[in-house]
């Protein structure tokens, strides 16, 4: 490992049933997205050559069920649960509604809540985003987004998620369930510019070209790999 790298230590609060490691998020990319033809039968790009959409999904590292978690229908409303006898019981929390905080369209009102068995710490100056495996709209959750300045604390905390409305059915053990984006928090101030310079003409002819369905000039041209690692 590249000592100059940043380094994310990810430490388990369970140390007798830890669950699965947290992965390098590359490594979770579902079969639906890999088995995808890069090109269409005329030749051209399909969705799958989108490189900002491959980083997205690819950016970071990911936490994984570690078990079987079951969600059925209840009296009431969609219960979840893991088998008795398993170390992992209570993994999944069950919530009341967070009064004001809605859930999004299409999903159940009622809130859960992971927990995870494992905290990140990061180098002094980082910060880490928690959100929903981006991209996965197959998954039948939502997490409520969160940034936790990992260089401070990296006790795991409670990561509040919503059901899709009347889903029931099995999340395997191994599944993505959040995904953990760290990066280096600075100032930023934001300037906008109008302009017909000879620069934002080149920007638009640049833009055009990124945009050809036949191109590949972002990926070819202009695009920097992100990396990723896990000690192994």
């Given at each position: 490992?590249?000592?100059?790298?940043?380094?994310?230590?990810?430490?388990?609060?369970?140390?007798?049933?830890?669950?699965?490691?947290?992965?390098?998020?590359?490594?979770s990319?579902?079969?639906?997205?890999?088995?995808?033809?890069?090109?269409?039968?005329?030749?051209?790009?399909?969705?799958?050559?989108?490189?900002?959409?491959?980083?997205?999904?690819?950016?970071?590292?990911?936490?994984?069920?570690?078990?079987d978690?079951?969600?059925?229908?209840?009296?009431?409303?969609?219960?979840?649960?893991?088998?008795i006898?398993?170390?992992?019981?209570?993994?999944?929390?069950?919530?009341?509604?967070?009064?004001?905080?809605?859930?999004?369209?299409?999903?159940?009102?009622n809130?859960?809540a992971?927990?995870?068995?494992?905290?990140?710490?990061l180098?002094?100056?980082?910060?880490?985003?928690?959100?929903?495996?981006?991209?996965?709209?197959?998954?039948?959750?939502?997490?409520?987004?969160?940034?936790?300045?990992?260089?401070?604390?990296?006790?795991?905390?409670?990561?509040?998620?919503?059901?899709?409305?009347?889903w029931?059915?099995?999340?395997?053990?191994?599944?993505?369930?959040?995904?953990?984006?760290p990066?280096?928090?600075?100032?930023?101030?934001?300037?906008?510019?109008?302009?017909?310079?000879?620069?934002?003409?080149?920007?638009?002819?640049?833009?055009?070209?990124?945009?050809?369905?036949?191109?590949?000039?972002?990926?070819?041209?202009?695009w920097?790999?992100?990396?990723?690692?896990?000690?192994?």
């Open positions: 490992m590249d000592i100059d790298n940043p380094v994310i230590k990810a430490v388990s609060s369970n140390v007798d049933a830890p669950g699965l490691e947290p992965e390098v998020a590359a490594k990319l579902p079969a639906w997205y890999k088995d995808h033809p890069r090109y269409v039968p005329t030749g051209e790009s399909s969705w799958r050559n989108c490189v900002p959409m491959f980083d997205a999904m690819t950016s970071g590292y990911v936490l994984l069920t570690p078990e978690v079951t969600f059925e229908q209840g009296d009431k409303r969609i219960n979840a649960r893991i088998d006898g398993s170390p992992f019981i209570g993994f999944v929390s069950e919530r009341d509604p967070m009064d004001t905080f809605k859930a999004p369209l299409g999903y159940d009102n809130h859960y992971w927990l995870p068995r494992w905290g990140f710490k180098e002094p100056g980082y910060s880490a985003l928690y959100t929903t495996p981006l991209n996965r709209f197959d998954l039948p959750f939502i997490n409520a987004s969160g940034i936790i300045d990992n260089d401070k604390m990296s006790t795991p905390g409670n990561m509040p998620f919503f059901m899709r409305e009347g029931t059915g099995v999340i395997p053990k191994g599944t993505p369930y959040a995904q953990i984006i990066f280096k928090r600075e100032e930023w101030e934001l300037k906008t510019q109008r302009s017909d310079t000879l620069d934002a003409r080149r920007q638009k002819k640049l833009g055009d070209r990124f945009r050809s369905v036949k191109s590949d000039y972002y990926r070819d041209k202009l920097e790999r992100k990396k990723y690692k896990k000690d192994e």
